[in-house]
């Protein structure tokens, strides 16, 4: 067991974690922050993306003894201070970017990390930068909308509700 | 209509404020007290006889609280079908046990066989690497045409061969073959549609919890129909009385009929926790998910329409072998058959159908219903076959469909159901509008100059939803009502609660059943909260899938609501000093007509829990029911669709340019989240057609079993689409006149991806290519272009 101390959504935390603690398994089971899901295996699905020192990365992938004094956010850290849903969150539910809500955290975490280096990305841009997050209902229409909304973009000539 | 709230409005989802801040609440963020987890030792090949077990190491390891085999499960019953189908000669369906954990032998790799339970997931996953077993590999049997062959090996040795039924249904010998033997052209397609991992993003996960106290066990787990799972359960597999077993399905995310199937895993959890007197969970792995989630699809099959001189369709007769797997999944007999056979017809008025379907047993995971379950199957070889026939004698193929449309409604078809509404011409009107045919051939041109080949494909479909009529099913072997149920109860204060048996799973239900309720009373959306999910808390109810849940589930709240509002219409009427018959309910507010006279909702409410004035001898206190709704006719959703493709010529890779739904879907509570199902079963059929394959070696090994493998559609492989339901003809015969949405986009977008590659490698110049199986993959595209 190793002692790891991070900040997680802006509070510090700490905590004892084997060699082979994966991060998401970390947030979910020693912070009960049950948000960061985990969808598969193979770092492929993108529904356990959080940001760690201001980067996107699959916290299925990450080894939580490795992480020692990082800046964690997670999809439970990403509401405005008065607790009222993001500019991105509120697009998703504006453009109905979301069904089930499984991948959404996911989801969140990379547009919000998309529009932080590239603020008004175009859909092609969008749909590129999703490759690594996995969405079962949406089939994506909405998700790249709302993102595109997020941004600032006029969406209204996109087709349906 | 309004278009601000209640009926026809698209009301933002109240439930995306807690899956938008990480505050949803999934089986596998439930952790009880004193938890231990099972890690499921499974066979890693697809067929051997078991010769041994070894835990004694196993049992030493750290944190082993208890290993389990299948010696332990005997005595408890097996994982039980919910259909059986009867034979072409009258016979029950071959129906072979499927015990909760394997016994003797083991059928397809994922087939699970030891239990570890353990502290942590971890120890658990530790110790099952210390299990020996001794597996003597079999013979597997993959083909379905192999294992149809004399002398195949046998998936189940007590069987008389791999044949679950043969079955025929629809038009007689003597109808279909006058019917070929008039026509003046048949077209033939041998074709494939190929098997899918459903891949709901959520992966399985079982809590099993008893109650020593009270003798009463508890489970939580990812379904999309938790009463179904608590009566197939307890019932068939574990022997508890309903009174004694609650089934909870909290947030569950996404299930597209991977979740309806009562799994060995959710018996072993709910087993397990009795024995062992503390709770047990299980959470798959998406690896496992793969090989122990019931797929879908997986058809062979050789269809034929007969057409006269005028090309007007006489008859279609079909033949397919439908892959089981090793077990009848829950509902896997009725897939091939009852939602397959009886949609044959299509959206055409062909005077003679027949359908023969004969059902396999293979080494292989459990097929069963995946995203429209059997109407898929249906829509992708009729509408590809309509196509290949309109190339073949130089129809256009909108005009070949339209032909042959179905305009008289109520329609009987060949194949046992009668259509009760619907206006196929309206749909295709409104999807030429949408994609600009004529505009094609100039973007075609433009493709050209770019190197690419551009092709248009359209097809129509029709599905019936609604499922079920538990009359008409019975009789098709289901053994299960097919109704569903919804208590309303009304607070003091005004608010109220539908508990309904349907489920949701991403379909939103929260949100439009409320408007629904809230739009008949005339009271805020807010004002009305949904439950679902829990044994406990909502009347017993068949849950959700087959596009059922608004149609069926919502008519039943309908219902329930109605009874409401004639008791709230009594105590107004008292109230008031009018007669019953004179109370108008409008915008929330109870008035005497021709009268000034009016009453709240609210005062209604209160004096029916407050009966201080109130007609004590002509009706109860209180403001509680409860309807079941039974409908007596599927719904029969239907559409036009239309895909754009781009096809590379030198790597036979597809882009899909443009796709486009016109559906008529009848009446619509929100819109919205009707484009948003549309949507989503759009890129599950994109991604079958172009993307997705489950591929097992000839030995049974899954080659395809994570998603490094299995090709997912990514946000990059789809265009936007364009959908429209505006063409609307009300379902006759449910109170909200509607039809269903949730899987039309996976039935009827397949054959215009196929239909639209083919069209470009024609223009293109590769005559011979009349059919490619999906999924078209680069590959599969080159190989057909060039070979």
């Avoid at chain 1, 993001?86 to 499984?102: K, M, N, P, W």
């Avoid at chain 2, 208890?66 to 994982?79: K, L, N, Q």
């Avoid at chain 2, 003809?729 to 083919?758: D, F, R, Y």
Wanted: with cysteine; hydrophobic share 40%; aromatic share 6%.
């Amino acid at each position: 067991m190793t002692q790891v101390t991070m900040t997680v959504n802006g509070k510090p935390v700490s905590g004892d974690v084997e060699g082979r603690t994966l991060l998401a398994e970390f947030l979910r089971e020693g912070l009960r922050l049950t948000g960061t899901h985990v969808g598969c295996d193979t770092s492929q699905c993108g529904a356990c993306v959080v940001h760690v020192n201001g980067t996107a990365i699959k916290s299925c992938t990450a080894l939580a003894a490795d992480l020692d004094g990082a800046e964690v956010v997670t999809i439970e850290g990403m509401a405005n201070p008065d607790g009222s849903l993001s500019t991105i969150q509120q697009a998703f539910q504006d453009h109905h970017g979301l069904q089930c809500g499984f991948c959404t955290p996911g989801m969140v975490m990379s547009a919000a990390a998309l529009l932080k280096e590239n603020p008004k990305p175009s859909e092609h841009e969008i749909r590129e930068y999703l490759e690594g997050n996995i969405c079962r209902c949406t089939g994506y229409h909405n998700i790249v909308k709302a993102i595109m909304a997020a941004s600032g973009q006029d969406v209204s000539a996109i087709a349906a509700e | 209509m309004p278009t601000d709230h209640g009926i026809g409005a698209s009301s933002k989802r109240r439930e995306d404020l807690r899956f938008l801040t990480g505050r949803g609440r999934y089986t596998d963020d439930i952790n009880l007290q004193g938890q231990a987890f099972v890690h499921f030792l499974r066979s890693d090949v697809a067929h051997g006889r078991i010769n041994g077990i070894d835990t004694s190491e196993a049992e030493k390891m750290p944190g082993v609280i208890r290993i389990f085999t299948g010696a332990d499960f005997e005595g408890v019953g097996g994982i039980p079908c919910g259909w059986q189908v009867t034979d072409r000669e009258g016979n029950p369906m071959r129906e072979p046990p499927h015990p909760v954990l394997a016994q003797g032998k083991v059928r397809h790799v994922g087939d699970p066989i030891v239990g570890v339970v353990a502290e942590t997931a971890a120890q658990a996953r530790s110790a099952a690497e210390a299990v020996v077993l001794d597996i003597e590999e079999l013979p597997a049997v993959v083909d379905m045409r192999k294992a149809l062959a004399d002398g195949s090996a046998k998936v189940h040795d007590e069987l008389d061969g791999n044949l679950c039924y043969d079955w025929v249904f629809g038009s007689d010998d003597a109808a279909i073959d006058e019917a070929f033997s008039k026509a003046a052209h048949v077209t033939t397609l041998e074709l494939t549609n190929n098997r899918l991992s459903p891949n709901a993003m959520e992966p399985r996960v079982a809590v099993g919890d008893y109650s020593w106290a009270s003798d009463e066990s508890t489970l939580y787990t990812t379904s999309q129909n938790p009463h179904v799972i608590r009566l197939l359960m307890g019932a068939f597999v574990l022997g508890i009385p309903e009174h004694k077993l609650r089934v909870i399905a909290p947030d569950v995310g996404g299930g597209f009929g991977s979740k309806i199937y009562h799994y060995a895993e959710e018996a072993f959890c709910t087993f397990a926790a009795k024995q062992l007197r503390r709770p047990v969970k299980w959470t798959s792995t998406r690896s496992e998910a793969f090989i122990s989630d019931a797929h879908g699809r997986d058809h062979i099959t050789t269809i034929q329409l007969a057409m006269d001189a005028e090309n007007n369709f006489l008859g279609v007769r079909t033949d397919t072998l439908a892959n089981m797997g090793a077990y009848l999944s829950t509902f896997a007999p009725s897939i091939p058959t009852y939602l397959h056979g009886t949609l044959m017809a299509g959206n055409y008025k062909t005077p003679a159908v027949q359908v023969n379907v004969k059902a396999v047993f293979t080494n292989t995971v459990p097929v069963d219903a995946y995203r429209g379950a059997g109407r898929p199957e249906a829509t992708y070889q009729l509408e590809r076959l309509i196509d290949k026939a309109a190339r073949e004698v130089g129809a256009d193929p909108v005009a070949l469909r339209r032909q042959n449309f179905i305009t008289q409604f109520p329609y009987a078809t060949p194949v046992a159901v009668e259509y009760d509404t619907g206006d196929y011409n309206a749909t295709m009107d409104k999807l030429l509008e949408m994609i600009d045919r004529d505009g094609f051939e100039a973007r075609a041109e433009a493709s050209r100059k770019a190197g690419k080949l551009r092709g248009l494909g359209i097809n129509c479909y029709i599905e019936a939803c609604g499922i079920a009529p538990s009359a008409l099913v019975g009789q098709l072997g289901a053994r299960a009502g097919l109704y569903e149920s919804a208590t309303v109860r009304v607070n003091a204060t005004g608010g109220l609660v539908v508990m309904t048996g349907s489920h949701s799973h991403g379909q939103g239900h929260e949100t439009s059943f409320a408007q629904v309720v809230a739009d008949m009373i005339g009271i805020p959306e807010n004002m009305v909260e949904i439950v679902h999910g829990d044994t406990a808390n909502t009347p017993m109810g068949m849950g959700t899938y087959g596009s059922r849940s608004l149609a069926v589930g919502g008519s039943a709240m309908v219902r329930a609501t109605e009874k409401i509002i004639a008791k709230a219409k009594k105590i107004a009427a008292h109230l008031m000093e009018a007669s019953e018959g004179d109370i108008e309910l409008k915008d929330g507010q109870f008035s005497v007509a021709g009268t000034d006279k009016s009453v709240a909702w609210g005062d209604v409410t209160l004096a029916a829990y407050v009966p201080h004035n109130y007609p004590l001898d002509e009706i109860e206190p209180g403001l509680e029911e409860t309807a079941f709704y039974d409908p007596n006719n599927f719904t029969y959703p239907s559409g036009a669709y239309a895909c754009e493709v781009e096809v590379d010529p030198e790597t036979g890779k597809v882009q899909v340019m443009g796709f486009a739904a016109a559906d008529d879907f009848g009446n619509i509570v929100n819109p919205m989240i009707v484009s948003g199902q549309v949507h989503g079963g759009l890129a599950q059929g994109i991604g079958q057609a172009l993307l997705e394959n489950v591929a097992y070696d000839e030995n049974g090994q899954l080659l395809s079993a994570s998603y490094m493998d299995y090709a997912m559609p990514r946000a990059d492989d789809l265009p936007f689409y364009k959908v429209d339901h505006s063409s609307v003809t009300p379902c006759t015969h449910n109170p909200l006149g509607v039809k269903g949405c949730g899987e039309a986009g996976a039935i009827g977008s397949p054959p215009a991806v196929v239909n639209a590659v083919v069209d470009a490698l024609q223009r293109g110049g590769y005559a011979h290519v009349t059919h490619i199986d999906m999924p078209l993959t680069p590959a599969r595209v080159w190989s057909a272009m060039n070979g």
